[in-house]
Structure formats: structure tokens, C-alpha cells
């Protein structure tokens, strides 16, 4: 069973920063690319970030310049370096990774909460 695990959420102040983590119980190399998004209640869940196997990266244009998505091989993990947060940030992160057989699996955490917030 695959697993993934956030971590690192919590309360910050406007202009903040945070590093979410995305532990994976299967070695990085195994996914063809973890995501992050996030979701306020009631609303959809929104896409934020992506780093695919070979290294390329693409964000939403809400967080292009402020978010930065990363990984460690040798951790199995997965990070979210968010700088400069605004209260509209506020949501619970999820991050999500897809393993291809002979179709695609998707995975998904338990998501951790981001609150930004004076």
C-alpha cells in the first residue's frame, strides 16, 4: 500500500514562511510526479505545484514566485518551501503522488493545515 504523509503545517503571520513536507512510504523514483494542492472548506480542491520524474517543475499562477517545490531522493520526500504567505493562502495542503502500471494510480495524504493569519 502506498502512503504519503504531510507534515509541517501551522499558523504563521502575513508575509511568513513555511516548509510543508510529503514523506513517501515508496522511493521517490517510483512516482511519475508528486503534486501539492489545497483545499478551503466548501470549495474545490486546487492544484499548486508539480515535480515530475525527469525534474521539470510548474506551479498556479497564485503561487508562482512565492512557492517552491523540491524533493530529496534520498528522504523520500517531497517539500514545499511557501515564502511570503497571504491569507489567502489559508487551506489544507494535500500532496498527491502518481504511480503509472498499466494505468495511472493516484495517492493522496491526509493533508496538513496552513493558517496565515495576523
Known amino acids: 500500500q502506498v502512503e504519503l504523509e504531510e507534515s509541517g503545517g501551522g499558523l504563521v503571520q502575513p508575509g511568513g514562511s513555511l516548509r510543508l513536507s510529503c514523506v513517501t512510504s515508496?522511493?521517490?523514483?517510483?512516482?511519475?510526479?508528486i503534486s501539492w494542492y489545497r483545499q478551503v472548506p466548501g470549495k474545490e480542491r486546487d492544484f499548486v505545484a508539480i515535480?515530475?520524474?525527469?525534474?521539470?517543475?510548474d506551479y498556479a499562477d497564485s503561487v508562482k514566485g512565492r512557492f517552491t517545490i523540491s524533493r530529496d531522493a534520498a528522504k523520500n520526500t517531497v517539500y514545499l518551501q511557501m515564502n511570503n504567505l497571504k491569507p489567502e493562502d489559508t487551506a489544507i495542503y494535500y500532496c498527491?503522488?502518481?504511480?503509472?502500471?498499466?494505468?495511472?494510480?493516484?495517492?493522496w495524504g491526509q493533508g496538513t493545515q496552513v493558517t496565515v493569519s495576523s
Open positions: 498527491k503522488g502518481t504511480i503509472i502500471t498499466n494505468r495511472a494510480l493516484e495517492y
Open positions: 515508496e522511493t521517490i523514483r517510483s512516482f511519475l510526479e
Open positions: 515535480v515530475r520524474s525527469y525534474g521539470t517543475t
